[in-house]
T-cell receptor
Framework: GAVVSQHPSWVICKSGTSVKIECRSL??????MFWYRQFPKQSLMLMAT?????????EQGVEKDKFLINHASLTLSTLTVTSAHPEDSSFYIC??????????FGDGTRLSIL | QKEVEQDPGPLSVPEGAIVSLNCTYS??????FMWYRQYSRKGPELLMY????GNKEDGRFTAQVDKSSKYISLFIRDSQPSDSATYLC????????????FGKGTTLSVSS
């Protein structure tokens, strides 16, 4: 149980384009979903927290106009990196949880901006 | 001082060894403690979850929490090459699923 699916697993795109990443909870309803960013050999850095049907809460230093988060249903959240640039290249990971349960993570999306 | 300290390693052990992984923390409000395993280019996988102090065992894995010392451990018995991964400790002051603070992770390599 507690499976989180993230898609795509890897994306390469040109600078200036927008990229959408999907995160789905497959066998439970996720009251809260989280988006993290991870640089090589570094730990996970929380970018934002989203609750279904409400606006995401962004961590300090994360541009909400650049990283658009939508949590339209209890099983789906999306992260859109708008006008991506090479410095946005990173490993993006989502997680989801139901009430009282720990977070379960997706397998991440490797984003490379050329 | 960082909230959560974890030695990044790398830690190399032979197959069958007992592995001890540790984290220290400074925030006495932390009550929920988790260990995640992360393989290269994959998301973290929840291994162990404990609340407050004490021990928890699951197969070859044992998690220990000592809140008085602000110290948590993960022990792996009879380590296998498939245990080679990065192990992340994580903790929270509120419910287990909210506002996790992660350690940097310890890279473990088990040789056959």
């Amino acid at each position: 149980g507690a499976v989180v699916s993230q898609h795509p697993s890897w994306v390469i795109c040109k600078s200036g384009t927008s990229v959408k990443i999907e995160c789905r909870s497959l066998d439970f309803q996720a009251t809260t979903m989280f988006w993290y960013r991870q640089f090589p050999k570094q730990s996970l850095m929380l970018m934002a927290t989203s609750n279904e049907g409400s606006k995401a809460t962004y961590e300090q230093g994360v541009e909400k106009d650049k990283f658009l988060i939508n949590h339209a249903s209890l099983t789906l959240s999306t992260l859109t990196v708008t006008s991506a640039h090479p410095e946005d290249s990173s490993f993006y990971i989502c997680s989801a949880r139901d009430l009282q349960q720990p977070q379960h993570f997706g397998d991440g999306t490797r984003l490379s901006i050329l | 001082q960082k909230e959560v300290e974890q030695d990044p390693g790398p830690l190399s052990v032979p197959e069958g060894a007992i592995v001890s992984l540790n984290c220290t923390y400074s925030n006495s409000a932390f009550q929920y403690f988790m260990w995640y395993r992360q393989y290269s280019r994959k998301g973290p996988e929840l291994l162990m979850y404990t609340y407050s102090s004490g021990n928890k065992e699951d197969g070859r894995f044992t998690a220990q929490v000592d809140k008085s010392s602000k110290y948590i451990s993960l022990f792996i018995r009879d380590s296998q090459p498939s245990d080679s991964a990065t192990y992340l400790c994580a903790m929270s002051a509120k419910q287990a699923g909210t506002a996790l603070i992660f350690g940097k992770g310890t890279t473990l390599s088990v040789s056959s």
